[in-house]
């Protein structure tokens, strides 16, 4: 899997907001339409199907799920498909005759043009000059994550996981289910805090954990409630000094998730700029 054609997927989408002065939120709409693409929303069948790109000969339409009633899901699953259609996917979807490809948004496929398609649409919603202007007008965490979500109009999760790539802030972004992680993305900041360790995709919550206890019960999750406290930073990364941090837990609703994100304060000196960990 190919870093870089990644970075370059997010690229590619950020010049065409600023090639066609594009402001918060970017309309995909009206993007579509300056392409003739027709888009129809489309009820979905198929499970974890967030849309689709059809091509008859020259002509391309999206159909995109509303099983999912979220609008910031489906505006990022409209613009998953726009990045396949601007990124050159067609030609290797399309080959051997068939007219239509069924996506799964929202970096929950491992496939090479799916990911890109995802970064795509991350790059298009949430540009980063736009996105850390609007960012940097709040306190770091999840105050800032719910007000870009707002002004960009995406998902709570897309946003924070945009964040995370961005923001200068020492800051991770958990999803979990139950008492284990689905995957984790971190800062920057974070990952080079001395003696770090990611988070592996099914690793356990920390038992003590604030986000352990929260997804003990369903009615947090499906309700969509929150809470936060103190964060044992050596429970969750393994670093080697304590440090102090806040972890902020919202449930997901009808996604069956929960969404953790830390926040460690971080003295001036310990600052420090991994190029390893490479953003949306």
């Known amino acids: 899997m190919s870093n ?6 997010t690229l590619c989408a950020e010049k065409i907001v600023r090639d066609e002065n594009l402001v918060l939120p970017i309309d995909v709409l009206a993007l579509a339409k300056s392409r003739d693409i027709l888009v129809e929303a489309k009820p979905s069948a198929a499970e974890g199907v967030s849309g689709m790109l059809l091509r008859v000969g020259d002509d391309f339409a999206i159909g995109y799920a509303t ?96 964040y995370a790539g961005l923001t200068d802030a020492a800051v991770a972004i958990v999803i979990s289910k139950g008492s284990t992680i689905d995957y984790c993305f971190a800062s920057r900041s974070l990952r080079g805090i001395r003696g770090y360790q990611h988070p592996l995709k099914g690793s356990i919550l920390p ?47 009808e996604y069956g998730k929960t969404l953790t994100v830390i926040t460690a304060d971080l003295p001036d000196e310990d600052d420090n700029d991994d190029e390893s960990n490479f953003s949306l």
């Not at 809470?227 to 919202?250: G, Q, R």
């Open 207 to 253: 038992r003590d954990s604030l986000t352990h206890d929260f997804n003990q019960t369903t009615s947090n999750i499906v309700d969509s409630k929150r809470s936060s406290d103190d964060a044992d930073l050596i429970a969750w990364f393994h670093v080697d000094d304590e440090i102090n941090a806040s972890e902020e837990v919202v449930g997901l609703g």
């Open 67 to 162: 099983h999912i009633k979220s609008n910031g899901f489906q505006r990022f699953s409209i613009a998953h498909e726009l990045g396949h259609y601007f990124l050159g996917h067609a030609d290797t979807m399309f080959r051997g005759g068939a007219v239509a490809h069924e996506s799964r948004a929202g970096f929950s496929s491992k496939e090479q043009m799916e990911l890109e398609a995802d970064y795509f649409a991350a790059g298009l919603l949430m540009p980063s000059d736009l996105f850390k202007q609007e960012a940097g007008r709040h306190s770091d965490g999840l105050v800032a994550i719910e007000k870009v979500a707002e002004k960009c109009q995406t998902s709570i999760t897309s946003s924070a996981i945009r």
């Open 4 to 9: 870089h054609r990644l970075h370059d997927a």
